[in-house]
């Protein structure tokens, strides 16, 4: 299969097919991620009013979203600067710009999924294909797990210093499924 096929296959975001949520949370969901960008304020206000979930916590993660993300590039690099060297695995630039884009939006979908109390996020064939779509173009997972890690660790923080520990506990399990849906299958 193509390259090109393969990326319009590749899907991150399965919230909206979610039957156990609120269809009208499903639908705001399916709007925002169509359109590939965070919650707007009054969509995270619907949805979480419906999910039972705190509007303050989704602000805050959406916030803080951009440092949290130049913050565990920064670790990852100083951890291993040559990812972006020639023949590293982030080099030419608009290599590494594209895993930093997914890392982005890797974390509007957690964020999605934290405002819906929803853990399981992802969408299995569209995560299929992105593993595809990785390996073939030898994506670093093993670097990328590492910033997954670290913003994990970073909006996990910000959530529980800001009093918001339910929100925390569902931020964390929907990281798990994400991860756990990067990680490389057996055949």
Request: include cysteine; charged fraction near 25%.
């Amino acid at each position: 299969m193509e390259i090109s096929q393969r990326a319009k296959d590749a899907k991150v975001c399965g919230i909206s097919n979610r039957n156990s949520l609120p269809e009208a949370a499903r639908v705001l969901i399916a709007k925002a991620d169509t359109s590939k960008r965070f919650l707007s304020a009054e969509e995270s206000k619907a949805i979480c009013n419906h999910c039972n979930t705190s509007e303050d916590a989704i602000g805050l993660l959406i916030a803080e979203s951009n440092q949290v993300i130049d913050k565990a590039r920064r670790d990852l690099l100083t951890q291993q600067p040559q990812l972006t060297m020639p023949g590293g695995g982030l080099f030419p630039e608009p290599r590494a710009e594209a895993c930093w884009h997914d890392c982005q939006q890797f974390l509007r979908v957690i964020i999605y999924g934290v405002a819906c109390d929803c853990t399981d996020i992802t969408d299995i064939e569209g995560m299929i294909a992105l593993r595809h779509l990785y390996k073939e173009m030898e994506v670093p997972i093993t670097a990328m797990m590492y910033v997954l890690a670290r913003m994990r660790a970073l909006t996990t923080q910000v959530l529980e210093t800001s009093g918001h520990a339910h929100e925390a506990t569902c931020l964390n399990k929907a990281f798990d499924n994400l991860t756990n849906a990067l990680l490389p299958t057996e055949p």
